[in-house]
């Protein structure tokens, strides 16, 4: 079974550029979520989709968008790129059974690693 | 709010020597618990995780965490180190209301050096 994916994994942009982050989650899972990883800060719960709505929000500016596909790809996008932007960001997926309590762990990606020049 | 703290930034200890990174954690319900581990340049892998029953958890690689509900802690040993276990090891928590969906609160990781 295929892990989760996401591309780049790599990238370099300038402050006020915008940048799109994808992620393909793991076969049959359905919650895809988002992570900023930092020195300073450690890691930051960005946002969580499932079944194409977002279910939970961190506390980041309203830069930080998401989206979830009927296939359950999701892609991040920052705006108006700043220098703390650069970290690197993680998506993990998991499987989630409507209505049960939430038991089951993440599966994070390789991340993207975003660097704001 | 739900926080987790791991007290120590770096452990350091020699190879097939017991292995423990520490972990305590606040959260208002009971707390679902997680240890993931970081290779450089790698995301996080699962190692294991606390739900309910037994307080000892065994995981992946030989790790095992032990849940103490009193002292709010899941600290991860290992009985016997290798020189690859040397990464970055998270602790995280997630609340048991089902609201909280996969919202995971992390600690700010340890970073463990076995040296040969």
């Known amino acids: 079974k295929a892990g989760v994916t996401q591309t780049p994994r790599y990238l370099i942009k300038t402050r006020g550029q915008q940048v799109t982050l994808s992620c393909s989650p793991i076969s049959g899972h359905r919650s895809v979520s988002w992570y900023q990883q930092t020195p300073g800060q450690g890691l930051q719960f960005l946002f969580e989709?499932?079944?194409?709505?977002?279910?939970n929000k961190g506390n980041f500016p309203g830069r930080f968008s998401g989206r979830q596909f009927s296939n359950s790809r999701s892609e991040m996008n920052v705006s108006t790129l700043e220098l703390g932007d650069s970290a690197l960001y993680l998506c993990?997926?998991?499987?989630?059974?409507?209505?049960?309590?939430?038991?089951?762990?993440?599966?994070f990606g390789e991340g993207s690693r975003l660097t704001v020049l | 709010a739900q926080s987790v703290a791991q007290p120590e930034d770096q452990v350091n200890v020699a190879e097939g020597n017991p292995l423990t990174v520490k972990c305590t954690y606040s959260v208002s319900g009971n707390p679902y618990l997680f240890w993931y581990v970081q290779y450089p340049n790698r995301g996080l892998q699962f190692l294991l995780k606390y739900i309910t029953g037994d307080n000892l958890v065994k995981g992946s690689y030989g790790f095992e965490a032990e849940f103490n509900k009193s002292q709010t802690s899941f600290h991860l040993k290992k009985p016997s180190a290798l020189v690859s276990d040397s990464a970055l090891y998270f602790c995280a928590v997630r609340d048991m209301i089902q609201a909280a969906g996969n919202k995971l609160t992390f600690g700010g990781g340890t970073r463990v050096l076995v040296k040969p």
């Open positions: 993990a997926s998991s499987l989630v059974r409507q209505g049960l309590s939430n038991t089951g762990e993440l599966f």
């Open positions: 989709y499932f079944s194409e709505t977002q279910r």
